[in-house]
């Protein structure tokens, strides 16, 4: 069962931020590049396929005899598949859009936004 969206939303932010977003009734996002720690978006990178697992799990289940039959000719076992193909996903999803692929530049600048919430269990 999918979680439900929260009641709120918080965004840490300071007394100037907190001025600037009531007077402007704007939130502003910043360049990847210059968040505080940059590395964040790494590290997603990198546990991005744990993420993808279960999803891919999922669809690898529904997959017809012959479909099964390609994966297994390939990874040899459905648990190889099931590690490489969402690291694969992972890989090329980051390379898209932050690093770049084949000389050429990621498709967008991307640009940053953080909220949170609290757990209230």
Not at 5 to 24: A, F, N, Q, V
Not at 78 to 89: F, H, R, S
């Amino acid at each position: 069962m999918p979680k439900s969206l929260p009641d709120e939303l918080y965004h840490y932010t300071g007394i100037r931020g907190l001025k600037g977003i009531i007077e402007s009734q704007t939130l502003w996002a910043t360049h990847y590049k210059y968040l505080n720690d940059a590395e964040e978006i790494v590290h997603f990178r990198d546990r991005l396929p744990e993420i993808l697992r279960p999803m891919f799990k999922n669809i690898f289940s529904g997959l017809t005899p012959q479909q099964k039959q390609i994966l297994l000719n390939d990874y040899r076992t459905i648990d190889i598949a099931l590690t490489q193909e969402p690291k694969k996903l992972a890989t090329n999803m980051y390379n898209v859009t932050f690093a770049g692929t084949n000389n050429e530049p990621p498709i967008a600048e991307q640009y940053i936004t953080s909220f949170c919430t609290i757990d209230k269990t």
